[in-house]
T-cell receptor, first 115, second 116 residues
Framework: GENVEQHPSTLSVQEGDSAVIKCTYSDSASNYFPWYKQELGKGPQLIIDIRSNVGEKKDQRIAVTLNKTAKHFSLHITETQPEDSAVYFCAATIQGTGTASKLTFGTGTRLQVTL | NAGVTQTPKFRILKIGQSMTLQCAQDMNHNYMYWYRQDPGMGLKLIYYSVGAGITDKGEVPNGYNVSRSTTEDFPLRLELAAPSQTSVYFC???????????????FGPGTRLLVL
């Protein structure tokens, strides 16, 4: 089955700096890679995702890059703000027509943005 | 829309007791999922369902049961609670065919379960 590794487990940055979180996956058939943000006491919330036919995707201060050959993908947050402090999870799955997407999650990165 | 709702928020069980974690969604999603999240770990899939009457095992199904009698509800049953089932449980749902074929999963707020 799929295995997703995520690094680092904790990341502390100063407000305004950039943060990068990296994930690797094992199953070359995986074709959908979402990133979730989890605030304390809440459920994960999708912040950005990327499909395997795209190398990069941006949404304001957040971007995700995918290297299919190396089987790794990364989350980039620029101009970090205190409200970016949370736990971030990467995930991978095979999305097909008529099938459920069984997400395999990384172990999470606790991001702390300091003033 | 309320999205995905879960009850209860928190529960303490004694070893051997049973309980049902409730999950409901009002987005008319066909697919529903149950995950557990242990401290410092990612979420692991317990069971999932592709529609009413159809369920299947995920990565860690032992000690749990599910049913799906309606599109909206997907309860998770613990029959004989064990300390190893202490965890936070999340329910999620997704449509069968989302925007551009992407089936985004939407998560509920979670149920924190402590088995003593």
């Amino acid at each position: 089955g799929e295995n997703v590794e995520q690094h680092p487990s904790t990341l502390s940055v100063q407000e305004g700096d950039s943060a990068v979180i990296k994930c690797t996956y094992s199953d070359s058939a995986s074709n959908y890679f979402p990133w979730y943000k989890q605030e304390l006491g809440k459920g994960p919330q999708l912040i950005i995702d990327i499909r395997s036919n795209v190398g990069e995707k941006k949404d304001q201060r957040i971007a995700v890059t995918l290297n299919k050959t190396a089987k790794h993908f990364s989350l980039h947050i620029t101009e970090t703000q205190p409200e970016d402090s949370a736990v971030y999870f990467c995930a991978a799955t095979i999305q097909g027509t008529g099938t459920a997407s069984k997400l395999t999650f990384g172990t999470g990165t606790r991001l702390q943005v300091t003033l | 829309n309320a999205g995905v709702t879960q009850t209860p928020k928190f529960r303490i069980l004694k070893i051997g007791q049973s309980m049902t974690l409730q999950c409901a969604q009002d987005m008319n999603h066909n697919y529903m999922y149950w995950y557990r999240q242990d401290p410092g770990m990612g979420l692991k899939l317990i069971y999932y369902s592709v529609g009413a009457g159809i369920t299947d095992k995920g990565e860690v199904p032992n000690g749990y049961n599910v049913s799906r009698s309606t599109t909206e509800d997907f309860p998770l049953r613990l029959e004989l609670a064990a300390p190893s089932q202490t965890s936070v449980y999340f329910c999620a749902s997704s449509s069968r065919s989302g925007l551009a074929g992407v089936k985004t999963q939407y998560f509920g707020p979670g149920t924190r379960l402590l088995v003593l």
